[in-house]
């Protein structure tokens, strides 16, 4: 959402009586700017307020002992004529009882006004009976425009005090400013001044760097994992269904699909085995399509207090959204909704965030491909599997005679095993119903012991270590058994 639209968007809430108007937020600057314009379009006053400047109209002095939010309610009642009221940080201080009644009556007296009252914060959670007649603005991540008018006003503050060399040609740019979806405005300002900082320029080299940082605040939100495209060397053994219809989906990104009304594809749903590549498949799509990937972390979604949880959906699809085009990939989806389809189990909470994930499928930005995974077909909510919600639906089962010779050739190759020293058949044979984990976990047991001797790797240290080994399809041979048969005929084979 542009910032013009985000002005258009306010005035309308504005100019049809909605008087008291939520903002859940860190980015005060940008609503600060946001709601100034609206009351400039409108040509009323505005007028801001915070615990610290009390109640002041621009950057004038504040009026009065208005520091406190009962006494700023009340200069505000008393105030001839219409304006717009931005109060910053104001639901902290709703514990009282005499603000409540105080921003109740005057919210109620303003309805019939162009007046309006806008309060910001984050977290801002209201009392109920505020929440009931406050409605909700949303502010979108800042678009390209914005983000490229960021790091221009960087640039210049910064050439104010020392020499800023910017080596950058017109693509570069444009790297640079999609390196930084999905960043707050003061994030976007504080990666650029940081990459500036490390050698006084602006080089195509930042454009890594902006997203190693971006990497970091991602994940120190706690919720959502970000893989960068060139850190992502994933492979896969196998698969070669998955890999055929990936070479055909990607032309749905192409001008040319766009140019027919064809839509970019959805998602893809894994469900199978455990340990058999699902994981695995997410990071090889995004790389297969050199698209970034972001992991939700479903678990970390649920919080104690009532709703924290929708909120941090809400803020994970809101980020990948931003960031599109862009792989999100939900793993165990299953433990995620476990209680999708019952309300009592956690006082509805896995029931609401299921439904909002399915609306957000159906209405999500195109550009956000998401890669679901199960492991449990019997706990997956049926609502998943029906056609529509994915472009399709792959059942992911043990790797074959085939695959397993591709999948140690990969083990070993990754760390440094020259394979064509191995007897990749006979470790394939010996190794008939193992996972591609249990797989990987031999090669790395083999490898621990053969340092451990000081000798070199051999098949048959790799022999020994498959011999040690129960597999998944030995321990719960029924379990494996009843998801094949569940998924026999219904779900397209990745193999």
């Not at 140019?259 to 799509?285: D, E, M, R, W, Y």
Request: net charge neutral.
């Amino acid at each position: 959402m542009s910032h013009r639209q985000s002005v258009h968007d306010l005035k309308s809430l504005v100019r049809s009586f909605h008087s008291l108007i939520a903002v859940e937020t860190v980015e005060e600057e940008r609503v600060k700017s946001i709601v100034s314009e609206v009351a400039s379009d409108l040509q009323q006053p505005f007028f801001e307020w915070s615990v610290t400047t009390g109640f002041r109209r621009g950057r004038g002095l504040s009026v009065g002992n208005t520091h406190d939010a009962l006494a700023v309610l009340k200069h505000i009642e008393e105030m001839p004529g219409d304006a717009i009221y931005l109060l910053k940080d104001l639901a902290p201080h709703l514990d009282k009882p005499e603000v409540v009644r105080a921003l109740r009556e005057l919210t109620e007296k303003m309805t019939h006004t162009r007046s309006a009252i806008v309060v910001c914060g984050d977290p801002l959670g209201l009392p109920r009976d505020i929440e009931s007649f406050a409605v909700r603005f949303e502010l979108k991540l800042p678009d390209e425009s914005e983000r490229r008018e960021a790091v221009r006003h960087v640039v210049e503050a910064m050439k104010a005090r020392q020499s800023v060399a910017v080596d950058l040609t017109r693509e570069d740019v444009q790297k640079l400013i999609q390196a930084l979806a999905g960043l707050t405005l003061n994030q976007t300002r504080r990666v650029i001044a940081q990459a500036i900082l490390e050698d006084g320029r602006l080089s195509p080299d930042d454009v890594a760097r902006v997203i190693r940082l971006k990497g970091e605040i991602i994940e120190q939100g706690g919720i959502l994992e970000f893989f960068p495209t060139g850190d992502n060397r994933f492979e896969l053994g196998g698969f070669a269904r998955l890999k055929e219809w990936l070479a055909e989906a990607r032309i749905g990104f192409s001008a040319e699909a766009r140019a027919l009304n064809l839509t970019p594809p959805k998602g893809v749903l894994f469900v199978g085995v455990q340990g058999c590549g699902k994981s695995l498949a997410a990071k090889f799509i995004a790389r297969e399509w050199q698209l970034p990937l972001l992991k939700l972390d479903a678990g970390r979604l649920y919080e104690k207090y009532v709703g924290e949880s929708e909120k941090n959906f809400r803020r994970a699809t809101q980020l990948a959204e931003a960031m599109a085009p862009v792989v999100l990939w939900i793993d165990e989806l299953e433990k995620a909704f476990a209680s999708g389809t019952s309300a009592d189990a956690d006082g509805g909470l896995s029931q609401r965030l299921f439904a909002s994930f399915l609306t957000w499928l159906q209405e999500k930005k195109e550009g956000v491909f998401v890669v679901g995974a199960a492991n449990d077909l019997n706990r997956t909510p049926p609502e998943l599997l029906r056609k529509g919600r994915f472009d399709e639906i792959f059942f992911v089962d043990l790797p074959s005679l085939d695959e397993r010779r591709g999948i140690f050739a990969i083990h070993l190759h990754f760390r440094k095993q020259e394979h064509s020293a191995f007897d990749l058949d006979a470790l394939a044979a010996a190794s008939e119903g193992f996972s591609g984990a249990e797989i990987e976990q031999a090669v790395i047991a083999s490898l621990y012991r053969a340092l451990h001797a000081k000798q070199a790797l051999t098949t048959q240290r790799i022999f020994d270590s498959l011999r040690a080994t129960v597999p998944l399809s030995v321990s719960r041979k029924e379990d494996i058994a009843r998801i094949r048969s569940a998924a026999r005929g219904r779900f397209t084979p990745v193999a």
